[in-house]
């Protein structure tokens, strides 16, 4: 399913694939699934300087078993993770997407378990999940400390905004 026909003049075009699924409606009820990622990819590209992009993002929400295979196939580690982000380009942060910025899967069950083993909402932990994986698509990494350091802070400054709390201090709690 299409979440938007096109991307309106000077915006952002995101196609997702899932949101029709019982599954993934039953996680996230009352909430609408269109509508959170919408929300979530552009407060990213706000947040990541990239506001006015006029690009496309494809969000799939799938479940564990064909994000095990993705994973395994791309990246050479066998077991679900949840979410992985596919980069159209390699960009540094702060650069300019292209007219397709890149894809999102997201694992239903990895997600839930994780959202129930930190006691957050699964709706809060799905957009932060879409936030997290928007900022790699736009050249964010947390391979080194201070990388990590740089894009967490900016992932709680996003999800502020969004009303959701800082997940790195819920963690550690």
Same mark, same amino acid.
């Given at each position: 399913?299409?979440?938007?026909?096109?991307?309106?003049?000077?915006?952002?075009?995101?196609?997702?694939?899932?949101? /029709?699924?019982?599954?993934?409606?039953?996680?996230?009820?009352?909430?609408?699934?269109?509508?959170?990622?919408?929300?979530?990819?552009?407060?990213?590209?706000?947040?990541?300087?990239?506001?006015?992009?006029?690009?496309?993002?494809?969000?799939?929400?799938? @479940?564990?078993?064909?994000?095990?295979?993705?994973?395994?196939?791309?990246?050479?580690?066998?077991?679900?993770?949840?979410?992985?982000?596919?980069?159209?380009?390699?960009?540094?942060?702060?650069?300019?997407?292209?007219?397709?910025?890149? @894809?999102?899967?997201?694992?239903?069950?990895?997600?839930?378990?994780?959202?129930?083993?930190?006691?957050?909402?699964?709706? @809060?932990?799905?957009?932060?999940?879409?936030?997290?994986?928007?900022?790699?698509?736009?050249?964010? /990494?947390?391979?080194? /400390?201070?990388?990590?350091?740089?894009?967490?802070?900016?992932?709680?400054?996003?999800?502020?905004?969004?009303?959701?709390?800082?997940?790195?201090?819920?963690?550690? /709690?």
């Amino acid at each position: 399913m299409a979440l938007s026909a096109g991307a309106p003049p000077g915006g952002v075009e995101i196609v997702l694939d899932g949101a /029709d699924d019982a599954a993934w409606q039953t996680l996230l009820l009352p909430a609408d699934p269109e509508a959170c990622v919408r929300e979530a990819i552009l407060a990213a590209l706000a947040g990541a300087g990239l506001g006015a992009a006029e690009t496309e993002v494809s969000v799939t929400l799938a @479940d564990d078993a064909t994000v095990r295979e993705l994973n395994r196939e791309w990246r050479g580690k066998d077991k679900p993770t949840n979410i992985l982000s596919f980069p159209m380009v390699q960009l540094a942060p702060g650069e300019r997407p292209g007219p397709l910025l890149g @894809d999102l899967v997201l694992a239903r069950e990895t997600l839930e378990r994780e959202a129930a083993s930190e006691r957050k909402s699964a709706l @809060d932990h799905f957009r932060h999940l879409l936030v997290h994986g928007t900022l790699h698509l736009t050249g964010f /990494d947390h391979e080194t /400390d201070e990388e990590a350091e740089r894009m967490e802070a900016l992932e709680i400054e996003i999800l502020r905004g969004l009303g959701i709390a800082d997940p790195y201090a819920e963690a550690d /709690d």
